[in-house]
Nanobody
């Protein structure tokens, strides 16, 4: 069982930066691939980035590549999403999720996430 809590959202002007944090409880945190997703009003949930269990492998969606960076610290049970050069279209509720405990070590792809946080709002003004 893993509980996830996101923080760090807020209101920022276009071109600005935010750093989201996903804090996990439970001793099995390092067993899971962690993903960040986002959902804008009236739109479907969208994948943003994922990171392997060790943190050595990452994957970023084309929409955020070069602007967002996912990282993790298993010693602190934390995953970060550094967001730079923010655009109004990045406005959404951002969620972290944990899944695929049986995945091979360097894998970043996870087809089914088992645990989700409650989300944190990110609003980018133009």
């Amino acid at each position: 069982q893993v509980q996830l809590v996101e923080s760090g959202g807020g209101l920022v002007q276009a071109g600005g930066s935010l750093r989201l944090s996903c804090a996990a409880s439970g001793r099995s945190f390092s067993r899971y691939i962690i993903g960040w997703f986002r959902q804008a009003p009236g739109k479907e949930r969208e994948f943003a980035a994922s990171i392997s269990k060790s943190g050595l492998s990452t994957y970023h969606a084309d929409s955020v590549k070069g602007r967002f960076t996912i990282s993790r610290d298993n010693g602190k049970n934390t995953v970060l999403l550094q967001m730079n050069s923010l655009k109004p279209e990045d406005t959404a509720v951002y969620y972290c999720a944990a899944g695929c405990p049986s995945a091979v070590g360097g894998t970043v792809a996870c087809g089914s996430y088992d645990y989700w946080g409650q989300g944190t709002q990110v609003t980018v003004s133009s």
